[in-house]
């Protein structure tokens, strides 16, 4: 069966290793994708129940700017300071006020 994509949109390692462990349970992984299973297990470190908890918080906060592929590189990440939030956000190229990157920073910290 050839496979096509259908959307696009940003995952979170969390969901990657959950749709790879339902994939697996159905049929057999290629290289890449076990490999990638792999990683996803031994670097994600909550569940998906409080990934998606944790996205849902960080989006509830409303900071203006903020695009969900920086949202979801947050929840991968899990940076509990203020300084892992600059450097994590940095990347995205977009200015978030010192009181959004505290914000974030407390909002994450309750899940780590």
Known sequence: MKRSIVSSEPVSVVEVREF???LKGSEELNFRASRTE???SQVSKLSLEKSK???SDV???GVPRLKREA???IVDTLPSTEDDVKLVL???GTPI???HVKAIA???AKYV
Do not use: G
């Open 106 to 108: 407390d909002v994450v």
């Open 53 to 55: 908890s944790l996205i």
């Open 90 to 92: 940095q990347s995205f």
């Open 59 to 61: 989006e509830k906060l």
């Open 97 to 99: 006020s010192k009181e």
């Open 71 to 73: 949202v979801i590189k």
């Open 38 to 40: 792999e990683y996803a």
């Open 20 to 22: 790879l462990s339902k």
